[in-house]
């Protein structure tokens, strides 16, 4: 029987390259002279750091760049609040997130329930949700349709079987 596994991963090797890049940007470019902006990576944490809110805002945007050049999806970001740091600097934190949450999971194992296809079922499996079918046309239909809305989280499609 046909299936495949909807999964939601992010690329950290991608993300440290686009971090390292945008940190370098940061570091060389003239309007960030003399501001202290710089641009962190700890573990699924990035951390931002400047001397205002607009620099501050002009290295998320360097950042943003930098990830969407090297195809990380920016739905795997999630950013904190802008705080108030040492030195009157303001720092903001960005969280990755990977893995598909039980929450999600029930509104993909729902969308794909609501479609009616005859033969397709989904169940979750920890922090991924497969998809069997009786019919490999219904299983790409499925593919198509959870590109097509949106979930909140980047969205891959790995392990399609015959």
């Known amino acids: 029987m046909p299936s495949f596994d909807v999964v939601s991963e ?15 940007e940061v570091a060389t470019r003239f309007d960030f002279k003399d501001t202290g902006s710089s641009i962190e990576l700890a573990g699924n944490q990035i951390t931002l750091r400047s001397g205002t ?5 002009a290295v998320v945007q360097v950042l943003e760049e930098k990830l969407v050049r090297r195809e990380v999806s920016l739905k795997s970001l999630s950013y904190g609040k802008v705080e108030e740091a040492s030195k009157a600097t303001v720092r903001q934190t960005a969280d990755l997130t990977a893995g598909i949450s039980s929450d999600h999971a029930k509104r993909i194992n729902k969308h794909i329930k609501d479609m009616g296809l005859k033969g397709v ?4 499996q920890g922090d991924q949700v497969r998809v069997t079918g ?22 891959q499609f790995q392990n399609f079987r015959d």
Not at 10 to 24: K, P
Not at 53 to 57: I, N, Q, S
Request: hydrophobic share 40%; charged share 35%.
């Open 10 to 24: 992010v690329d950290m090797q991608e993300v440290r390259n686009a971090v390292d890049q945008a940190s370098r």
């Open 121 to 124: 079922s989904s169940q979750t």
């Open 134 to 155: 009786k019919k490999r046309d219904d299983l790409q239909a499925v593919i198509a349709a959870l590109k097509a809305e949106d979930f909140g989280i980047p969205l």
């Open 53 to 57: 809110e607009d620099r501050l805002k």
